[in-house]
């Protein structure tokens, strides 16, 4: 059987890299950021992000000048964004998205989701790293002090912070009996309990079990586990079991329909097309593009390109890949 979580970037290494000659060319484009524009969204769209580092430190030692702050000076809007976004060390980029849903009065949770409930041990790890460092405490700490954001959905988020999760390729299908009929029997728990054990089950197995584990599930119950999950838990919390369900399953449909609903409505959720194109064109957009074609009957490509403009829908585009 294909692993449903294979992946297919859209940005691969530039083969042909010069960090000196790129450093360079974005210097002159930048001395006047009215012109060139088209350089610099084909320099840093087509440099994967260890390349753009590179880029960024030998900017520094040539012309000893931040090419971020350069770049934040010289463009605004979200063309700019786009840019910033590509010009941080990933993790680091992640890890200010996060610091940013907690900012201020309240909490943007589905951001909060998006980042941490779908990503692997190591992932997960380096943005609470990049978050200590960059900011002093760490992201349970600051999300700690959220105090509208429900317990539960804060231990939730702990128990994937601390990297619990058992990542090894298991497929031991009598296992994964037992745990569906543990599911299935903690329905008759008090909420308590039986959120306790949907916790631990969707932290602590690893993916290719928990696959198993939801069709064991359907044979015993009749139902599949997102539905099990709809009904038992609500809010938050329903909406990361459900979004780590998803990415156990099939990781570019999750994002592929996280892209349809920042797309949808009068106007677009331009800070989540962001952070996901650009966090996730090394990783697997080629695949998060198919599956997007799958769903909606139309590419992912045309649609971008119809619901932005100017500069930032051709840095978009370019990430993007072939339409
Ligand atoms: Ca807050």
Known sequence: MADPNTRQPTLVP??????????????????????EVATVIAILTCRSASQRMEIVTVYKDQFNKDLYQEVKSGYSGKFSKVMR??????????AQEVKKAMA???????????????RS???IQLIAAAFKSHFGKTVEEELDNEYKVSA??????????????????????DKARKRAETIFNAETNAWSTETKIFMRLLTHEPY????????????????SMEEAITTEFSGDLRNAMLTIVKCAINRSQYYAEKLESAMRGLRFDDYSLIRIIVSRCEIDLGSIKNEYLKIYHKT???QIQMGTSGEYRNALLALLGDP
């Open 300 to 302: 992912l490509y045309h």
């Open 14 to 35: 530039c083969p042909m890299f010069n960090p000196g000659e790129d450093a360079k060319r974005l210097k002159e484009a930048l001395r006047d950021p009215n012109k």
């Open 208 to 223: 290719t079990q928990l696959r198993l584990i939801f069709d064991e599930y359907r044979k015993i119950s009749g139902q």
């Open 85 to 94: 976004a590509l010009l941080r060390p990933p993790f680091e980029y992640l």
């Open 152 to 173: 539960e959905y804060k231990e939730l988020l702990g128990m994937l912070l601390s990297g619990i999760r058992d990542e090894r390729r298991e497929c031991d299908t």
């Open 104 to 118: 201020g009065l309240g909490t943007d949770e589905d951001v909060l989701t998006e980042v941490l409930c779908t």
């Open 121 to 123: 041990n190591d992932n």
